[in-house]
Nanobody, 123 residues
Framework: VQLVESGGALVQAGGSLSLSCATF????????VGWFSQAPGLEREFVVA????????FHADSVKGRFTISRDNAKNSVYLLMNSLKVEDAAVYYC?????????????????WGQGTQVTVSS
């Protein structure tokens, strides 16, 4: 499963950005999908995740109330809407997919990863 992220950009603090994670394979509908961020020199961190049906989502405490994950299985896509961006949100954002798991916040759970998209937040 090849995952392709898009939507990364330079945005001012307080602004919004929408990222997309897409695949050409129709099987994404059967996978849980997560977004992770990695800033220079730091480990990859969990941001948000969504189960295959979209019925359950999970958020890191740092993004609750600001970031929203959603999916459109008909389009084989998962989206991350980021509002009220902070300078500390700047990172490369990766999407990842795995057959539904009970531990979608753990990066070790995931089978497939995209190449990442850069989000830069200016003050």
């Amino acid at each position: 499963v090849q995952l392709v992220e898009s939507g990364g950009a330079l945005v001012q603090a307080g602004g919004s950005l929408s990222l997309s994670c897409a695949t050409f394979a129709s099987i994404l509908a059967y996978y849980g999908v997560g977004w992770f961020s990695q800033a220079p020199g730091l480990e990859r961190e969990f941001v948000v995740a969504i189960t295959s049906t979209g019925l359950n989502t999970f958020h890191a405490d740092s993004v609750k109330g600001r970031f929203t994950i959603s999916r459109d299985n008909a389009k084989n896509s998962v989206y991350l809407l980021m509002n009220s961006l902070k300078v500390e949100d700047a990172a490369v954002y990766y999407c990842a997919a795995v057959p539904d798991s009970s531990d979608l916040a753990n990066p070790l759970t995931y089978t497939y990863w995209g190449q990442g998209t850069q989000v830069t937040v200016s003050s």
